[in-house]
């Protein structure tokens, strides 16, 4: 298998974020506000440079670099430390499939030994820089058609957790930085 590893801090990057066994977590709304609170921030506060993503029921896909003085692999590391650390809380605050969703990711937590004993994300972003303009659009362009693909919607910028809204000018849930 090919490790893929963030080499060039710098550098313009199509990431893929997976929740360990497939787990629909973002199938909840709850779930889904976080993370778009907590890419907010990220933008604000960490140095995230966030060009297009898109919230799957178990995965998230997002074009990325960092500013300047950033690292990239530091913001993601925080990112999802952050979102699991919150995301196991609400699941002991009334989440109806909680006991079978900690089962999974107490196994996942428990097979890997970087974690103490609980995992959410998997641990590969399986990170692709990306370079020409040609490559760019064709990641905006996968990221936005995932709901479409996966049967959700009949158009990019009907899905509400995607950037296929802000490219579209309409209302979004998240403000992104644009490619020039």
Sequence with gaps: MTEYHIRDESALYFLTFTVVGWVDIFSRQIYRDLVIDSFDFARKKKGLL??????MTNH???????KENYKLSAIIRDFKKFTSKRIFELLDSGESRREWMKTI???????????K?????????????????????????YIHNNPVKAGFVANP???????ARNYSNMDNMLEIDFVR
């Design 50 to 55: 966030l060009y297009a993503y898109v919230i």
């Design 105 to 115: 990711f107490l196994k996942a937590g428990d097979m890997n030994n970087d974690n």
């Design 117 to 141: 004993t609980i995992q959410l994300w998997i641990q590969d972003n399986h990170p692709i820089p990306v370079y020409s303009e040609f490559v760019i659009n064709q990641k905006i362009n």
């Design 157 to 163: 910028e009907d899905w509400l957790y995607s950037s």
């Design 60 to 66: 998230i896909h997002l074009l990325a670099r960092a």
